[in-house]
DNA sequence: GTGAAACAGTTCTACACGTGAACTATTATC
DNA sequence: GATAATAGTTCACGTGTAGAACTGTTTCAC
């Protein structure tokens, strides 16, 4: 392990906890009825890529199929999105939002732009742009080592 | 709104959803049955507080006090923690972990320097060191913004 | 001093999300 | 054509969250 490794990691897990856990509950508050921040997250999946499926939401979220069905049972029971059968492979289902579900997103996404950019305005333009390239390197690290089944 | 803001915020949001998604699965699945991840926190804190009380607790990890209830009150049970009244304002009840508590919280805090730090030997020390510092800002100032009763 | 307000914490009910195991239906393999 | 692999669902159960109603304690105003 690297010399600083230990206290970068209890300062990164600090501050970490601190940011998301103040972002969710802001989420929380403006969503309010309309949507759970992790229907929000999933609905925004669901938008940024063609013929999703649960499987793929699954890795995606790290979170077992079983939960991925639950969340799109009351997304659905909602009239947010639709599942399709795929004709070619009929185990596949293909989730895409409907033009409800869709709506309830943009506001949504709309509501969270207007909770983060505030506090954007604290920082200079390219010390937000290196934070977020490393976050951005992080991610595609992290993704190429998940795996998880069920 | 900063003219960059919308398409910051976006990329933001897509590396930190990836970023704590998978983290949050390597935590559950290496702490196992012990405790969850929420616990982990919430013993956390309570580690790095004098005199904690529930009151604290709900404003750091911005949620309601009846929620923390429930979790202190599994905390209880597995016997990792103690409340103690406050006898000179017995309103106020005191939250300490027990020995039990610090061994298994210890044990999952060595768990998660080894989960996390294999991602850091793929970035410059002072590309971290920004990183976090950056992280570390962006928490202060979320944390004077907070508020929430219940 | 006493009555009202404020505060700390708990309980209760309802729901969302997570797991893992068992299941259905479909497709691939040999 | 039997067997294995894959995609998704269902079920039972535990955890975390909200919000409202509640207890007990302290503070404050008069």
Redesign the interface.
């Known amino acids: ?2 010399k ?3 206290e ?2 209890n ?15 802001r989420l929380r508050d403006i969503f309010g009825e309309g949507l759970t921040n992790d229907q929000f ?1 999933i609905l ?1 999946l669901i938008a940024g890529q063609e013929q999703c499926t649960s499987t793929y939401l699954a890795e ?4 077992g199929k079983s939960s991925i069905t639950a969340i799109i049972n009351r997304l659905d029971e909602a009239g947010m999105i639709q599942r399709t059968r795929d004709e070619n492979d009929r185990r596949q289902v293909y989730l895409t939002m409907t033009a409800h579900g869709e709506s309830v997103y943009r506001t949504c996404e709309k509501q ?3 909770v ?2 505030p ?5 200079e ?1 390219d ?6 390239v ?6 595609f ?3 190429d080592t ?1 795996g ?1 089944s069920n």
């Not at 506090?119 to 920082?123: Q, S, T, V």
């Not at 490393?134 to 991610?139: G, P, R, T, V």
Request: overall charge neutral; aromatic content about 14%.
């Open positions: 392990m690297k600083d490794a230990e970068w990691i300062r990164y897990v600090d501050a970490y906890m601190v940011v998301t856990r103040q972002i969710n509950a997250l925004r995606a979220v790290a979170v969270m732009q207007e983060i950019s506090y954007l305005f604290h920082f333009d010390k937000i742009e290196q934070f977020i490393m976050f951005e390197k992080l991610a690290l992290m993704q998940g998880r």
